[in-house]
């Protein structure tokens, strides 16, 4: 029986080829984008499902409020790993993890510069599911100057030879460190990556023991069965002991009244699973998801399925009339409902599979480009993952009953003497599915249209906004502290060449200020002082990036009292309550001695010192007082190369054991949106092929309407009814489907939109036009269709349609 319904269906298939193809090739789309969709969804989910204690580790996070500002930090202070095990029984285990600028290490003669390095305490390895194939585990990372490479790093380094006890010389920090193991490659779903982990003894940051700090990410391996709940009920001793005493050292008041002038300074415990798709930290270890990406493009998948499964759905009653006589023959001939049904679901079945393979080849011809906008490395493990296997069979199974079951219970009801006597009426019920159908389409499309066009806007807004500074042509050299006493003969050496216009030196430049501290102006205690972000620039720092002055004056080295200046931005000048702020003393706290009188030199505009998703933060700058690792260096746009070429020779004559490490302020700044670009390339993409999939369903929808109203549009153009009349006939429904999509949509979109936008500080607003032309394009795109087909049923002769009249 299976075998003469497999025999129909292909014969059915290859009768009406243009019907079966546009089947196929809409499933083919909507499949393939759900794949995609699916392996990215797939990918963000694993993220460090890899470690076998996984419901044990927790990650310590730091948060506090200080003059109404809020502080929300993924890192801790040095100590509070060790304390933690020490005064908690049920913390079995910490590991603190530093994640370190991009270096240079060198094997003689060999050169390399390494992007994923960290320092990590010896216990890494009982903590986390690092495999070690060389090596041993309670020694590896347990001295000072001990490195544990990866797999691919050893054989970079040391080709096939036994790397253990081998030397590999550091050059940013002059060191030698041995290599003590060998650990595989990193998977690419861990939140943290690494090719290189330094012993943490070996840090600098190992001897602070100050709590009230943001500088390592700490690791707890809870004891099985312990509730986090119970261990964070014990924190609050834990800060009367450490914190209460920093407290009051540093803001000369108890921890008591630190908290009722309304700060707060405590830890949470974040399961490590939540941390890439959970965490809306500063200063994260690595680059992070997002939940709503992973819901919201979910959702795509599913909703693509559905728009594809009702094409299939709308394509195929839409030949009803055709089938229909062949339906009446077969129940006369003595054929049942059920097997009826059978047959057209294994039509659809079959339908379904072809797709499902072809769909197959377009997931693999796409793949490269997807994962070239997802960055991610994303491959179809057919026979080796057994799960994604029967997730494809699973999907085909389902896809077909889902498409095949309504075409098949509505064409198998057909009355054979109705549909025999050439009497085949469409039903309002089916009519109105159909248009439901249709309409649920276009929801989805015109929802894909407006948030493409609020994420390009938006997109085009950041690239576009004046930030208050300059971006463009800024060179930035990376550990310029290796120049030591010879910075300032460097930077005169550059200023020789006439495309250099200006240079500077600082501790942190526009997108990279992560230093804070505690200030408080003249005229009130010490007790109010409140958090302030800094950093340390020489005279030239206005001139380099062209920051407007607000009054006052930036730093000059024509004065020396300007070493004991500060200049601060609006934002600040409002925090810190200054009317007039030029010449005021400002408090540097010190806790530990005398605060440092400092007094106000000038008030520079605001400017977007941090990325467009934040609001403008208060800023003070303070003279650079020898201690400075970045330069940076405006250049001209022409002879760019040469100019490059230039300073790296420069760089080569004054430091010759650390690496020209540098990159443009303007690709480092767009690089804070990638996230961002990805989500606008994905709704621009799967925007064009929901309308592609649309297409198709409007196709099969004016087909079923233009052949199911054949005789009375016969009869109209015999009664002297014009085309352009018979084409508006036919074209009125889609134009109320449209209506109909449009107000359902809109607020979908909305609130969307809003939801997504809010992630920014500075944004677009949701613009009414953007909803208008959207709606628009999708009423255009539909008319085009639809007008199509009713423009070819309008121009065919009656005498055809009325023959058997």
Known sequence: MIKNYLTIALRTLKKYKGYAAINIFGLAIGLASAILIMLYVQDELSYDQHHENLEQIYRITSHGRFQSDDMNYAVTGNPVGPAMKMEFPGVKEYVRLQSLDRSEFRIGDQKFIEKEVLFADSSIFDVFTIPLIKGNKE??????????????????YFGYEDPIGKTITWSNRDKKLEVSGVVKDCPETSHFQYDMLVSYISSRQSNHSLWLSHAVHTYLFLQDGLSPEKLKSQFPDLLKKYIGPEVERFFG???????????SWGYKLQPLEDIYLHSDLDMEIGETGNMKDVYFFSIIAIFL??????????LSTAKSA??????????????LRKQLIS??????????????????????????????????NLAIQYFQEPGFFLFLLGLGVFVGLLAGSYPAFYLSAYKPITVLKGKLGTGAKNSRLRSILVTFQFIITIVLFISTFIVNRQMQYIKNKDLGFQKDHVMLINQVNALGDNKDAFMQELLKNPQVETASYSRGVPGEIKESTAFYPEGVSSKESMMVNITATDSYFDETYNIEMDEGQFFSDKYSSDSMGVVINEAAQKKLGYESPLGKRLYLVQGDGEDIE??????????????LHHIIEPLVLYFLDGR?????????PENVDETIDFIKSRWGEFVQANPFNYSFLEKDWDAKYQKEQRVGVVFKSFSIIAILIACLGLLGLASFMAEQRMKEIGVRKVFGASVASIIRLLSREIVVLIIISTLVSWPIAYYFMNNWLNDFAFRVDLNLLVFIVSSLIAFLVAFFIVGYRAYKTATTNPAYSLRDE
Not at 305 to 314: G, K, P, T, W
Not at 601 to 607: A, E, P, Q, T
Not at 631 to 636: A, G, P
């Open 139 to 156: 020694t590896a990372l347990a001295s000072p100057d001990k490195v544990v490479l990866t797999e691919t790093t050893a054989e970079r």
């Open 343 to 376: 047959q057209f679901l294994m039509e659809a079945f079959v339908i379904t599979i072809i797709a499902l393979l072809v769909a197959t080849v377009f997931v693999e011809l796409s793949l490269p480009l997807f994962n070239n906008f997802t960055n991610k």
């Open 628 to 636: 400075f690792s970045r330069m940076s260096v405006k250049i001209s």
């Open 598 to 611: 400092l007094r106000v030199l000038g008030v520079m505009k605001n400017f977007n010192y941090e990325s």
């Open 253 to 263: 008041s108890s921890l008591e009244e630190f908290r009722k002038s309304g700060n």
């Open 305 to 314: 399925i559905f728009i594809a499964v009702i094409n299939f759905m709308n």
């Open 322 to 335: 055709n089938r229909a006589k062949e339906v009446g023959v077969r129940k006369v001939t003595g054929s």
